[in-house]
């Protein structure tokens, strides 16, 4: 018997207006209260919006978890269902998709490196230009994972989706890593061409009007519109990565979110010592097989699913080995030039 869907946004588009509603309120205590000076984010801060944003999306888990328990049974659709078991299904399934949108999400924080340097933007205004980047994040992943849970219902994309993972994670463990050029990106290239550029940062502001009248853009404004293009770049691994775990668009959703969400914190917290773990893109080249193959095989040769709790235990320790293997291994040195 296959199981409908346990939250369908036609009966519940108010949940999912409340959770946006709260994300936005939070946001905008972020900015508008809690950093809204330009400093440089040190390393305690860091630590404590880190832990923040964690403990916070646990509780929704778990929040999450109880709200399943109470409503399920509510629902004629479900009868005769094992409901309690439906909701530890769900509140697995958040974590689990937490874990590896958390962990596909370490990648962005190499491109925030480079996007930084090569545009001199300071520390000071680092935070806000990851703020106004993670909020277009968001506004793009629910536009890829609205048309997911639409493409998920067809099993040939199903197909699709995993042997791209798949082919994406070969290409994480096998492929020479090619370096990142903002000033060869064509997007970038083409808003130079169109759009009157300042040649040095004008504070934290992304457009200035100059005394001839004319409007600017600053070089904060076209980091932040490479740190969006990078983010629908990651975004086309990670949401089907999340779908090959769950087929719940709010599980989908608010996971994303959440993982989202700590990245700024992240970033600030990892961005110095992210050399240290260099064999943590193995570890995640790995992850992306498995969800791949989840996709295309192991759910159809278990029934439909493939367990929940397999997938996070697999999933935790080829991340936690690859963590640990980067700290007791040494990176080989490049030869000298």
Same mark, same amino acid.
């Given at each position: 018997?296959?199981?409908?869907?346990?939250?369908? @946004?036609?009966?519940?588009? +108010?949940?999912?207006?409340?959770?946006?509603?709260?994300?936005?309120?939070?946001?905008?205590?972020?900015?508008?209260?809690?950093?809204?000076?330009?400093?440089?984010?040190? #390393?305690?801060?860091?630590?404590?919006?880190?832990?923040?944003w964690?403990?916070?999306?646990?509780?929704?888990? +778990?929040?999450?978890?109880?709200?399943?328990? %109470?409503?399920?049974?509510?629902?004629?659709?479900? &009868?005769?269902?094992?409901? *309690?078991?439906?909701?530890?299904?769900?509140? !697995?399934?958040?974590?689990?998709?937490?874990?590896?949108?958390?962990?596909?999400?370490?990648?962005?924080? #190499?491109v925030?490196?480079?996007?930084?340097?090569?545009?001199?933007?300071?520390?000071?205004?680092q935070?806000?230009?990851?703020? +106004?980047?993670?909020?277009?994040?968001?506004?793009?992943?629910?536009?890829f994972?609205?048309?997911?849970?639409?493409?998920?219902?067809y099993?040939?994309?199903?197909?699709?989706?995993?042997? #791209?993972?798949?082919?994406?994670?070969?290409?994480?463990?096998?492929?020479?890593e090619?370096?990142i050029?903002?000033?060869?990106?064509?997007?970038i290239?083409l808003?130079?061409?169109f759009?009157?550029?300042?040649?040095?940062?004008?504070?934290?502001?992304?457009?200035?009007?100059?005394?001839d009248?004319?409007?600017?853009?600053?070089?904060?404004f076209?980091?932040?519109?490479?740190?969006e293009?990078?983010?629908i770049?990651?975004?086309?691994?990670?949401?089907?990565?999340?779908?090959?775990?769950?087929?719940?668009?709010l599980?989908? #959703?608010t996971s994303?979110?959440?993982?989202?969400?700590?990245l700024?914190?992240?970033?600030f917290?990892?961005?110095?010592?992210?050399?240290?773990?260099?064999?943590?893109? %193995?570890? *995640?080249?790995?992850? !992306?097989? @498995?969800?791949?193959?989840?996709?295309?095989?192991?759910?159809?040769?278990?029934g439909?699913?493939f367990?929940?709790?397999?997938? !996070?235990?697999?999933?935790?320790?080829?991340?936690? !080995?690859?963590?640990?293997?980067?700290?007791?291994?040494?990176a080989?040195?490049?030869?000298? &030039?």
């Open positions: 018997m296959d199981v409908p869907l346990l939250f369908p @946004f036609a009966d519940y588009w +108010w949940f999912y207006g409340l959770f946006t509603l709260g994300v936005l309120v939070v946001l905008a205590l972020d900015l508008g209260v809690f950093h809204r000076e330009a400093h440089e984010v040190g #390393f305690k801060e860091a630590l404590g919006w880190s832990i923040f964690v403990g916070l999306a646990l509780l929704f888990g +778990w929040g999450l978890y109880e709200f399943a328990q %109470y409503r399920l049974p509510l629902d004629p659709r479900l &009868a005769g269902l094992d409901h *309690l078991a439906l909701a530890k299904q769900t509140g !697995l399934e958040y974590l689990t998709g937490f874990v590896v949108e958390k962990s596909l999400a370490v990648d962005n924080i #190499f925030f490196v480079v996007v930084f340097t090569y545009f001199g933007i300071p520390a000071k205004y935070h806000r230009v990851l703020f +106004w980047g993670i909020l277009g994040a968001l506004v793009f992943r629910i536009i994972i609205a048309l997911g849970s639409v493409l998920m219902q099993h040939w994309v199903v197909w699709i989706f995993g042997a #791209f993972l798949i082919l994406t994670g070969l290409k994480i463990l096998f492929a020479p090619k370096p050029e903002p000033e060869k990106n064509p997007v290239r808003l130079r061409k759009v009157r550029v300042t040649p040095k940062l004008e504070g934290q502001a992304f457009f200035l009007r100059k005394p009248g004319l409007i600017y853009a600053t070089p904060l076209v980091g932040l519109v490479f740190l293009l990078s983010d770049i990651f975004a086309v691994d990670s949401v089907p990565a999340i779908f090959a775990l769950t087929r719940e668009p599980v989908v #959703f994303n979110v959440f993982a989202i969400l700590g700024r914190a992240m970033f917290l990892l961005a110095g010592v992210m050399h240290k773990f260099h064999y943590l893109k %193995y570890g *995640l080249g790995l992850v !992306l097989i @498995f969800v791949g193959l989840k996709m295309v095989w192991l759910n159809d040769a278990f439909g699913k367990p929940i709790t397999w997938s !996070l235990g697999i999933i935790g320790a080829i991340l936690s !080995l690859s963590i640990i293997v980067s700290l007791l291994v040494p080989r040195r490049a030869p000298a &030039a």
